[in-house]
């Protein structure tokens, strides 16, 4: 394929078509006519000789061939926004990158508040895309391009990505008020025997209090598993079911009415990270950016 005789511009209407899944929103988005949005996916589908996208009720879903291409799509249009950003050109009042970030969503209640408020005073242009990427892909991400930055604890990943520590915190055990396990001291089997909410985001996410406790060669009754958790002081105030979570998180309104209670067994502090790739790490408005978070984070 003759490159100079490629719309590069194409890639970027690609890339919204795949967020948006709508010509109508992507022309908006991007912005243009929504004839003109029409008329460049003709001219994506003759390029990469693929429907790219089909009409399911209302939504324009991706082929195959689509999801095929989209992460280096996304990774080509990446690359090329780092290369046209240098020290002197970046302003965060006239920007208008976008940002890609993954954290849960009870983490996204906590920071997200601040973290938007401070980005829309600073830099009104700046788009923030906080995507739902499951914990055992994230670092793959996090080096594909596809996020820039990723709130979480205890990744395992390669050394092109770089973590550093921005809240400190410890893991309780909560309950609600009528709860039988309330009164008195919460016993070791009696944590280890009554049914557990557990929060996991795919199937490789396993919390650090049951890697504490297969060290300990004990295992916790997990009866329930939820992907958010949003979900879950509704469900503890309707059940006997225990959970084990962030103190941080125990705190917030969200919790509020439900009892707090320790871990009965020694479980040391950790940490909540922030996570980059280190081609990043110098980039100006990557380097911005961080410094909201960071700054948005010792506030917790």
Sequence with gaps: MNLRAVDLNLLVIFDTLMRE?????????VPMSQPAMSSA??????LFADEL??????????????IEISAGVTRILKEAERLMLSEVSFDPSASGLTF??????????MLLPELLATVTSQA????????????DKTITALEDGNLDFALSSQLRHTSGVISEPVIT?????????????????????????IGHLHVATSSADVRFVDDLLSGKRLRRNIAVTIPHWLTLPFVLARTDLISVVSEKMATT?????LVIKALPFD???FSWNLYWHKRDTSNVAHLWLREQIFRVCSLI
Excluded: Y
Excluded at 41 to 46: C, G, M, P, Q, S
């Design 267 to 269: 479980a040391p502090p």
């Design 124 to 135: 009104p242009g700046v788009k923030i895309n906080i995507e739902h990427t499951p914990i």
């Design 100 to 109: 890609s970030g993954r954290m849960a969503d009870l983490m996204g209640s």
């Design 41 to 46: 996916l003709a001219r994506l589908r003759v």
């Design 169 to 193: 915190d410890r893991l309780v055990c909560i309950m609600r008020p009528q709860h039988p396990l309330t009164s008195g001291k919460l016993t070791l089997d009696a944590f280890l025997n």
């Design 53 to 66: 996208f089909i009409r399911v009720n209302g939504q324009m879903e991706p082929t195959p061939r689509a």
């Design 253 to 257: 309104p969200h919790f509020s009415g």
């Design 21 to 29: 899944k709508h010509v109508t929103r992507a022309a908006r988005k």
